[in-house]
């Protein structure tokens, strides 16, 4: 359970014996919970080994090594649900690290990274156009740097009045290497959230993935309807 200080408290994240702590655009509420299904699909079984390995790779650490993560996760803050930023373990960071690399085909590293992560992108734009417009992802600067790749998450909601989405979004897909804008991101969409319904509200969320580091910058997002033009 997450909570930020307010007048009493001022928002709430995460489980509380029977009920979760949600939000909407009129705020936080409590909502009964339910036991999660386990997930078998392909990419969850995916996942899950990759964070075994992530597990098992640790484990093969030298001290020093392990102390050096300790340190890069002090030094490299990550920031919650509701905005805090926390000091990820050591385990914690390498674990990031080495799954995002491991995803994306890359050799993880073993020692953490020196160099910070990119800088983010500096403006993200979004047309959602199902017809002859396309489905694509306008950012800047373009192309990225050689070694850097845009890191994709995206979520689709049939409701114009839903705001807060962070629950919803998945990870899509990485882009090329030095990708240039506007990015055509339909197929990988509709490959991993399924496909796009005329008047559904598309939102992306698009990082710098720095694949000698493996590190992310921080995130940009863009919402569109969905349309679709015709000839």
């Known amino acids: 359970m997450l909570f930020r200080d307010g007048a009493i408290v ?10 979760v702590a949600s939000h909407n655009r009129y705020g936080s ?17 995916a996942a ?12 093969g650490l030298t001290e020093p090594q392990r102390e050096a993560w300790i340190h890069y996760g002090q030094q ?21 690290i080495y799954s995002r690399m491991h995803l994306d085909s890359l050799t993880p590293l073993t020692e953490p ?8 992108l500096t403006s993200l ?3 959602a156009d199902i017809g002859l417009g396309g489905v694509n ?6 192309p990225t740097e050689a070694d850097e790749k845009i890191w994709l998450l995206a979520c689709k909601t049939n409701s114009h009045g839903i705001k807060f989405v962070e629950n919803y979004k998945r990870f899509v897909a990485t882009s090329e290497l030095a990708e240039e804008s506007p990015w055509d991101i ?19 969320f698009a990082a710098i993935f720095d694949t000698v580091t493996g590190q992310l910058s921080g995130f940009l997002r863009a919402s569109a309807i969905v349309e679709e033009t015709a000839a």
């Open 76 to 96: 490299n803050p990550i920031v919650n649900r509701i905005g805090e930023a926390k000091e990820p373990t050591g385990h914690a960071a390498f674990v990031g």
């Open 10 to 19: 001022g928002q709430l994240s995460g489980r509380l014996g029977p009920a």
């Open 48 to 59: 899950k080994s990759r964070l075994t390995a992530a597990s098992q790779a640790w484990q």
């Open 113 to 120: 990274p020196i160099d910070p992560p990119s800088a983010p």
């Open 186 to 204: 339909q197929t990988v969409i509709e490959a991993r959230i399924g496909a796009l319904v005329v008047d559904q509200v598309l939102t992306v």
């Open 137 to 142: 992802l306008t950012f800047a600067p373009t």
């Open 29 to 45: 509420y409590f909502r009964a919970g339910t036991i999660p299904v386990t997930s078998t699909t392909e990419y969850a079984i």
């Open 125 to 127: 734009e979004l047309v």
